[in-house]
């Protein structure tokens, strides 16, 4: 934590952190509401979602008001710089208890919307669940440390979690895929990469202390990188498991398709080769 | 933000600002409630238009406290004046970081109540969402300047976007209203001047310190200007979204308007020209 912050900085991380709590409060809010709109039996990966953004809002009040509480201000009106409290400290360790919750949920959301046979979806969250939690446990030492060695090696031994979590979900969930609408192969796939994109966030934010970049531009720099990750790989990725929901409810029922106004969307994915006459099916 | 408020100006940008979180904190909840009231097809648009005022609910709640606490006052028994507090600023960021979350959602709104073709729906989506987003973020930069120069360039900048959806939404949307029923293509045409009318009143009160207009009163004005367009434009806004959805819902289900005492206004609209005898249908 940098000694002090201009008031530039100081509002950009501000305001950050107060994007983070609406974008997960509303997205949390919205897939609670939105349960209606799909199958009861992917309510459940719905419902796991708006978990996930729930809690993470929670840990982002306490972030905002542990940022707020960690500075102090010489400014009146708007300018000045922010210096550290004394007797007080902004808690990182925020974002590792939420991550520890939420990132194996993030994997079950995935795996439940897919509605896998049982056998296989077991298999899955066996080994997903414990290695998500490992990967997150293990950087928690080397982000606390203040010293290189330690974090360069429990960054390296989060690593080999996180690259065995790649593993199945790009090798063997791709097995899986091919039972699933194509629609829906479309937006699993979409997903993984926004995992793929939006986790690898977070080990380029934990190594800039590593690259020397410690001064208070980097420190604002991870702040804004972990909030714009959360969002992506929380609230943005709950809203895409709740398009698989939906396209999957389409294609298992056309009559729900057709009371949700979706049966459109399902043909244009599902039966448009088949010759069904579209333009019949617009604005019912 | 200016040094000093009299006792009249405080208190009209604290009541303003307690009007606005009652407004957006009970047009959400009643979004919310009244689903049942139309189609399931129209719902999504309702929750959409819940969320908005929500999210908007939330930054208030923020900006109502940001604004008591960058204020003290002398006064004893409702009289004095209040000054700029040391070590604290009213956070005009709240209302960028609301608008960047808002103002696509409320373009979703609109498009998804019309319930059009899928395909055109998408190609409407993907361009008025980054379009808003960047109308958005082109202006914070201008407005967080102290430079006239920099307030006009981004202004400026920020107006293209602008154009570009008052474009779409008025040109490319309105080939599209032909297939809606006519009570619905005046709601449509209703909204459309309602967004054009509020969304007018941004720019004007981004552009008061460049008329010179920089006092306590142009600043009081400002956060009025803000506060009422906010109201129009996400709860009355949201309000006629919910009455397209009705109308909408009366029109592709007789059998639903009968239920739901509004066949007299569907069949005013849809079928008046048939002959039908009106006077039977009302008050069932």
């Not at 609670?32 to 979602?49: D, E, G, K, S």
């Not at 509605?115 to 979806?121: D, F, G, I, P």
């Not at 498991?241 to 389409?250: C, D, N, Q, V």
């Given at each position: 934590m940098p000694e002090q912050l201009t008031n530039g900085q100081y509002h950009t991380v501000y305001n950050l952190l107060s994007l983070v709590i609406a974008a997960q409060l509303f997205t949390s809010?919205?897939?609670?509401?939105?349960?209606?709109?799909?199958?009861?039996?992917?309510?459940?990966?719905?419902?796991?979602?708006?978990?996930?953004?729930?809690?993470?809002a929670y840990h982002y009040f306490r972030i905002f008001d542990s940022f707020r509480g960690a500075f102090v201000t010489d400014a009146v009106g708007g300018q000045g710089t922010y210096t550290q409290a004394a007797g007080s400290a902004f808690n990182e360790g925020y974002r590792y208890v939420d991550w520890l919750l939420t990132v194996p949920l993030l994997l079950v959301?995935?795996?439940?919307?897919?509605?896998?046979?049982?056998?296989?979806?077991t298999s899955l969250l066996v080994r997903l669940i414990p290695a998500s939690a490992l990967m997150i446990a293990l950087g928690y030492p080397g982000?606390?440390?203040?010293?290189?060695?330690?974090?360069?090696?429990?960054?390296?031994?989060?690593?080999?979690?996180?690259?065995?979590?790649?593993?199945?979900?790009?090798?063997?969930?791709?097995?899986?895929?091919?039972?699933?609408?194509?629609?829906?192969?479309?937006?699993?796939?979409?997903?993984r990469i926004l995992l793929f994109a939006t986790w690898g966030v977070y080990p380029i934010a934990y190594l800039l202390p590593l690259l020397g970049l410690d001064g208070a531009d980097a420190?604002?720099?991870?702040?804004?990188?972990?909030?714009?990750?959360?969002?992506?790989?929380?609230?943005?990725?709950?809203?895409?498991?709740?398009?698989?929901?939906?396209?999957?409810?389409?294609a298992d029922d056309p009559a729900f398709a057709e009371v949700e106004g979706g049966h459109d969307q399902a043909v244009s994915h599902e039966h448009l080769d088949e010759g069904q006459p579209k333009a019949a099916k617009v604005g019912r």
């Open positions: 809010i919205y897939l609670l509401v939105v349960q209606p709109r799909v199958l009861p039996r992917y309510r459940q990966a719905l419902v796991v979602a708006a978990i996930v953004c729930g809690i993470a959301e995935l795996v439940v919307v897919l509605a896998l046979a049982k056998k296989l979806q982000e606390i440390s203040g010293d290189n060695l330690t974090r360069n090696v429990f960054g390296l031994l989060s690593t080999i979690p996180f690259l065995y979590i790649l593993y199945v979900l790009f090798v063997e969930l791709t097995r899986s895929l091919d039972r699933q609408p194509p629609a829906v192969r479309q937006t699993v796939s979409r997903l420190w604002v720099g991870k702040q804004a990188g972990y909030s714009i990750a959360d969002i992506l790989a929380k609230a943005l990725y709950g809203l895409l498991i709740y398009r698989i929901a939906r396209l999957k409810s389409f």
